[in-house]
Structures are given as C-alpha cells and as structure tokens.
Nanobody, 122 residues
Framework: VQLQASGGGLVQAGGSLRLSCAASGDTLTTYNTGWFRQVLGKEREHVANIGWSGRTFYSDSVKGRFTISRDNAKNTVFLEMNSLKVEDTAVYYC?????????????????WGQGTQVTVSS
C-alpha cells in the first residue's frame, strides 16, 4: 500500500487543521492505520490509530482534541486536530500496520507516508 499524507500547515494556537492520509494499492480497512509525529532530534511519537474494526486509540496528549476517522469509500484516514497547541508542532506521518498489533509502536508499522509539517504559532 502507498500512503500520501497532506493537510499540514501553519496555524495559530487554538486553531484547527485536518490531515488526510490517502491510500492506494490496497484498502485501508485491512490495516491498522496510525498517525505519528516527530520533532527533529526526537523519536517518532504515537498520536492516534484506528484499527481495521474502526476502534480508535489516542495518546493522552491529544485525547479530547484530536479525532481519527476513516472514509472507506475514499480509502483515506483523517486526523481532525482542534485546540492546537504550540507543542503539537511536528512533522506528522501516517503509517499502516499489516499485522494489526503495531498499536502505539512505530516499529510495528510496515508502510509510511512522506510526512506533512504542522506548525502551531503562539
């Protein structure tokens, strides 16, 4: 499967952005799909993931502010980000995990999109 992430940009604190992860080559309903983020010099960090069943999981830092969803017809996973904070600034990556056991661990993901920059200004 090939993943194309988009939707990043510059936004003021308190604002919103919607990231998209469009898949081709296979259907995302057979994967656990996750959003991760990475700041230069730090490890890739779990943000949210959605299993093939549609069950969702969030990191504590984004719970209540971010929503992950999947549009099966568009073969796309979205990350709706509200009440953005300066500390949400990072490159955001979407990943697909074949086994379904990747969960919050980026090493468990088999395919990655190219990343999209999110910058939140104060």
């Amino acid at each position: 499967v090939q993943l194309q992430a988009s939707g990043g940009g510059l936004v003021q604190a308190g604002g919103s952005l919607r990231l998209s992860c469009a898949a081709s080559g296979d259907t995302l309903t057979t994967y656990n799909t996750g959003w991760f983020r990475q700041v230069l010099g730090k490890e890739r960090e779990h943000v949210a993931n959605i299993g093939w069943s549609g069950r969702t999981f969030y990191s504590d830092s984004v719970k209540g502010r971010f929503t992950i969803s999947r549009d099966n017809a568009k073969n796309t996973v979205f990350l709706e980000m509200n009440s953005l904070k300066v500390e949400d600034t990072a490159v955001y990556y979407c990943g697909a995990d074949v086994s379904g056991y990747g969960g919050r661990n980026p090493d468990g993901y088999d395919y990655w999109g190219q990343g999209t920059q999110v910058t939140v200004s104060s």
